[in-house]
């Protein structure tokens, strides 16, 4: 997979905008960028995936840079619940047929 | 709903035992991964099915055994020859090939060897 980078720890206030961001500037052209999340003890949950124009839906946003080097994914009303480990993930052209890579991700804590 | 089960969800077992951790899916998935989650570490890949009766190892296989002798399912094996077996287990799966549309995960196996 595509080499990416994300702060290990951010902090949020309930209900202001939580705005991670993924640094991919190895990413090649046909590659997307997908994001998950792990709330802890659970297993990862797919949030959302894109190739180069933003995207939205009912879980969050994600904006990609014109150059796709790098991608920001957006909570827009954060809660508690959405504390959690966030991975952004770019898997090989192949789809991610043969495994997808999650490193430690972003552990995204909601304050009160 | 269509989903994941992984089961049970915790396990404990005596050091030297062989133990069998199921997964199984009703998604119509023809891909299925077992993952391994260290604390505060990112996820490992153990071994990893594109179709049935075929599997393929991950970067962690030493020490475990899987089959996937139906599409629905895919039980991984931790033998006595894994060194460190405690750990959270993770089973996911997605529709395989190139259109990858994302895994769905199973709620985790957390298994502890005394």
């Known amino acids: 997979d595509a080499k990416t980078t994300q702060p290990p720890s951010m902090d949020c206030a309930e209900g202001r905008a939580a705005n991670l961001p993924c640094n991919h500037s190895?990413?090649?052209?046909?590659?997307?960028v997908y994001w998950y999340r792990q709330i802890h003890s659970q297993g990862p949950q797919y949030i959302i995936h894109?190739?180069?124009n933003n995207e939205t839906n009912e879980m969050a946003s994600l904006i990609i840079t014109e150059d796709r080097k790098s991608s920001t994914l957006i909570l827009p009303h954060a809660t508690l619940r959405d504390t959690a480990v966030y991975y952004c993930?770019?898997?090989?052209?192949?789809?991610?047929?043969?495994?997808?890579?999650f490193g430690k991700g972003t552990h995204l804590i909601i304050q009160p | 709903d269509g989903g994941i089960t992984q089961s049970p969800k915790y396990l404990f077992r005596k050091e030297g035992q062989n133990v069998t951790l199921s997964c199984e899916q009703n998604?119509?998935?023809?891909?299925m991964y077992w993952y391994r989650q260290d604390p505060g570490q990112g996820l490992r890949l153990i071994y990893y099915?594109?179709?049935?009766?075929?599997?393929q190892k991950g970067d962690i296989a030493e020490g475990y055994s899987v089959s996937r002798e139906k599409k629905e399912s895919f039980p991984l094996t931790v033998t006595s020859a894994q060194k460190n077996p405690t750990a959270f287990y993770l089973c996911?799966?997605?529709?395989?090939?190139?259109?990858?549309?994302?895994?769905?995960f199973g709620s985790g196996t957390r298994l502890t060897v005394v």
């Open positions: 099915s594109q179709i049935v009766n075929d599997f």
């Open positions: 190895t990413i090649s052209g046909n590659e997307y």
């Open positions: 998604l119509n998935h023809d891909a």
């Open positions: 993930i770019v898997p090989p052209s192949g789809g991610g047929a043969d495994g997808l890579t």
């Open positions: 996911a799966s997605s529709i395989g090939g190139t259109a990858n549309y994302g895994y769905t």
């Open positions: 894109g190739l180069k």
